[in-house]
Nanobody
Framework: QAHLVESGGGSVQAGGSLRLSCGIF????????VGWFRQAPGKEREGVAA?????????FYADSVKGRFTISQDNAENTVYLQMNHLRPEDTAMYYC????????????????????WGQGTQVTVSS
């Protein structure tokens, strides 16, 4: 059983930056992906970025955030980060990190139903 805790959300103006953190406690597997998802009011939860724990060789980004967001991790601290630059009003959402209980296929990395453990979310609000 893994427990994930997000932090770092807040309110910024368009063009600003935020760094989200996801602390991972417990049984998320060492080589499983950790994904960042977001959900805006009235919209479905969508994948933003994902990384394989223990290596930064495999990262994956949604087209809408490529070149602006960077996912990284600190293995010693069991923390995954999401650096968000050049934020836009359309980035406004609740952001969640998540991890599956076991390995999943690459084409599942952005499928919320493939993930078993979720944090409580952290709100990001970008004003124009």
């Amino acid at each position: 059983q893994a427990h994930l805790v997000e932090s770092g959300g807040g309110s910024v103006q368009a063009g600003g930056s935020l760094r989200l953190s996801c602390g991972i406690f417990g049984g998320s597997g060492a080589r499983n992906p950790v994904g960042w998802f977001r959900q805006a009011p009235g919209k479905e939860r969508e994948g933003v970025a994902a990384i394989i724990r223990g290596t930064s060789e495999f990262t994956f980004y949604a087209d809408s955030v490529k070149g602006r967001f960077t996912i990284s991790q600190d293995n010693a601290e069991n923390t995954v980060y999401l650096q968000m630059n050049h934020l836009r009003p359309e980035d406004t959402a609740m952001y969640y990190c998540a991890s599956p209980s076991g390995p999943i296929w690459r084409d599942q990395w952005f499928l919320p139903r493939a993930y078993d453990y979720w944090g409580q979310g952290t709100q990001v609000t970008v004003s124009s």
